[in-house]
């Protein structure tokens, strides 16, 4: 039973670029989390979704970022004309629930640099 | 002020030591977690909690609900315990997660 699946594991854009993030969630979750780790900060929420559902875009930047998670297939962490700003390891997470109680498992991430 | 602090930021023991990082957080959570993330790799989940305390090997998590409080232990450590330890909460009945900053422990021989 693989856990989550993120790739690429690293990618370098230049900017301008677009960037997309994939993350397949472990069989069975239909709840996923993307976050944000800044280089020397902390993880901070981006986006949750559900099969086909936006939940809650609270954390997502407002221009450039987008995110889905089709009814088949990958979630996709899209970021349009990147900047350098933007250079970060995106985590994805899923989950069986959205109660807390079920826990989360995380990926591997997506080391993003942009030059 | 961060919703969730962790302290110390940075902690060097060395190998058998008993070591303690403590979580503080402000506001009412639903869960709280602590996960575990070694340098340039992903990110594993150690422990969920929301009351009490729980044991897995040489890994001990308690909660005090009360203090809005929470330790992670690590008895006789290893050198490949030296890794980031963050914890995180669940606000509310908010699914998604709020983290702290992280521990960056290491472990010498």
């Known amino acids: 039973n693989a856990g989550v699946m993120q790739n690429p594991r690293h990618l370098v854009r230049r900017r301008g670029q677009e960037a997309r993030l994939r993350c397949s969630p472990v069989?069975?979750?239909?709840?996923v989390y993307w976050y944000r780790q800044l280089p020397e900060e902390g993880l901070k929420f981006m986006v949750y979704?559900?099969?086909?559902?936006?939940?809650?875009e609270s954390g997502m930047p407002k221009e450039r970022f987008s995110a889905e998670f089709p009814k088949e297939g990958p979630s996709i962490l899209r970021i349009q004309q990147v900047v350098r700003g933007d250079s970060a390891a995106y985590f994805c997470?899923?989950?069986?629930?959205?109660?807390?109680?079920?826990?989360?498992?995380f990926g591997s991430g997506t080391r993003l640099t942009v030059v | 002020k961060n919703e969730v602090e962790q302290s110390p930021q940075n902690l060097t023991a060395q190998e058998g030591e008993f070591i303690t990082i403590n979580c503080s957080y402000s506001?009412?959570?639903?869960?709280l977690h602590w996960l575990q993330q070694h340098p340039g790799g992903g990110i594993v989940s150690l422990f969920m909690?929301?009351?009490g305390k729980k044991k897995h090997g040489r890994l001990i998590a308690t909660i005090n609900i009360q203090e809005k409080h929470s330790s992670l232990h690590i008895t006789a450590s290893h050198p490949r315990d030296s890794a980031v330890y963050i914890c995180?909460?669940?606000?509310?009945?908010?699914?998604?997660?709020?983290f702290g900053t992280g521990t960056r422990l290491q472990v010498t021989l």
């Open positions: 997470a899923s989950s069986p629930s959205n109660r807390p109680n079920y826990g989360y498992t």
């Open positions: 069989k069975g979750h239909s709840h």
């Open positions: 979704l559900q099969k086909e559902n936006i939940i809650d």
């Open positions: 506001v009412g959570i639903s869960a």
């Open positions: 909690l929301s009351s």
């Open positions: 995180a909460v669940n606000t509310g009945t908010a699914s998604k997660l709020t």
